[in-house]
């Protein structure tokens, strides 16, 4: 086995487990009721604002906050800025920019590279999801990434190439400084934190 072969076999056992050791917290994720709710056949406007003003205050909290501290190892950032999506949407779905300036914005606690990469993981990650969340509102609210839905369009035909990018750098990086477990666990505690953000915007 090359060197070259060795290494790639390394990166995708640790993907495989990275995604095997979250998969508890982002089946919880998927089971929150304002997760459930954009999924709805009967989804309204109301309820896909709702779920964008949650995601707005985690996505700018992960651009100001976790961007500058890992520009260094996922080097394209300057093209996965989405928090401007979600203002375009929220403004063609009839909120106002004082609306849009008053909401909670969330407040990221890490300490490492490591752990700033396993948040990233899972905001990046929603991109996936994104795609399968924009059929549904474009069918039922007849929304499109020109009005209304650009955030969940987000990096369009070039999503599934920016994933493997970021997947790339990011095992990459754990290889380098065998920080596996720091990228998993803070992974883990993102879910979590988004489930419970969710909830608490979801009853407010």
């Not at 401007?84 to 063609?92: G, N």
């Not at 106002?96 to 909670?104: F, K, Y």
Request: hydrophobic residues 40%.
């Amino acid at each position: 086995m090359s060197e070259a072969t060795a290494l790639d076999t390394e990166q995708e056992l640790f993907f495989k487990r990275l995604r095997q050791e979250t998969a508890e917290s982002h089946q919880k994720l998927e089971d929150n009721p304002l997760s459930k709710a954009i999924l709805s056949p009967s989804v309204s406007v109301k309820d896909y604002q709702t779920y964008l003003t949650a995601l707005f205050g985690l996505t700018i909290a992960c651009e100001d906050q976790v961007f500058p501290v890992i520009s260094h190892v996922i080097t394209d950032l300057p093209g996965r800025y989405k928090s401007r999506l979600i203002i375009d949407d929220l403004l063609a779905t009839g909120l106002s920019e004082t609306e849009i300036d008053a909401l909670p914005v969330y407040r990221f606690e890490f300490s490492t590279v490591a752990e700033a990469l396993g948040i990233m993981y899972v905001l990046e990650g929603s991109t996936l999801g994104g795609k399968i969340l924009y059929r549904h509102i474009h069918e039922v609210l007849g929304l499109v990434p020109e009005n209304g839905a650009s955030y969940f369009w987000g990096y369009g035909a070039q999503t599934g190439n920016l994933w493997k990018s970021f997947i790339s750098s990011l095992t990459q990086f754990v290889d380098e400084y065998e920080e596996r477990d720091g990228v998993i666990d803070s992974a883990k505690k993102t879910f979590t934190i988004i489930d419970n953000w969710l909830g608490q915007t979801g009853r407010s």
